[in-house]
């Protein structure tokens, strides 16, 4: 009997007014169990990032892709999360034979799939995923900020806070910045 490769696949930055969106698809393996999965929201930033070493180590294959802010601005967030989806799931080493992913969307790759709902609190697959995308985003967004401390990026990771929305104003939008999402749009006008 062939083991079946079923890849989970979750994004995070979908609400922030900054930096990409970032995707990530795993396939696990049943003889590398991983204890502690759960949707990345869930978990402190310690266990996620001991999580995503030990995913990254035990994982059969994993992919993190994104879509850059250009296209979320052309696209929407929505298409430009779904892109970062379909790129992660193509850069996996191994193909899948099912794919898992987190919403109510499927991905445009000619594979079998189920989108499921919450699936990052249900599927282990897909919250690995959700844990190496967060880890792997949240990185970003603090290596961000040692280039524009006025934002604040390392500790909202881009999302619209009072802080945020406040030095945006101030400042003014980068090129970091999602111009079609309304706060630095309005900032723009």
């Known amino acids: 009997m062939t083991l079946r490769l079923v890849a989970g696949v979750d994004e995070v930055g979908r609400g922030p007014l900054a930096g990409a969106v970032v995707a990530a698809a795993v396939i696990l393996t049943p003889d590398n169990w991983i204890e502690g999965l759960a949707d990345s929201k869930t978990i402190s930033e310690k266990k996620r990032e001991a999580l995503d070493i030990e995913i990254r180590q ?89 280039e524009y401390p006025q934002y604040g990026f390392a500790s909202h990771k881009g999302y619209p806070t009072r802080a945020h929305r406040e030095a945006l104003i101030k400042y003014g939008p980068i090129c970091h910045h999602r111009r079609s999402f309304k706060p630095v749009r309005d900032v723009l006008d």
């Open 58 to 146: 035990k994982a059969l294959c994993w992919c993190i892709a994104r879509a850059e802010v250009d296209e979320i601005d052309r696209l929407n967030i929505l298409h430009a999360s779904l892109l970062a989806m379909k790129r992660a799931v193509e850069g996996l080493s191994h193909c899948p034979d099912f794919v898992k992913i987190d919403g109510n969307k499927c991905i445009d790759v000619p594979l079998p799939m189920e989108a499921i709902v919450k699936g990052d609190s249900k599927v282990a697959a897909i919250s690995a995923a959700s844990i190496i995308a967060k880890v792997a985003r949240d990185k970003e967004m603090v290596e961000l900020d040692k």
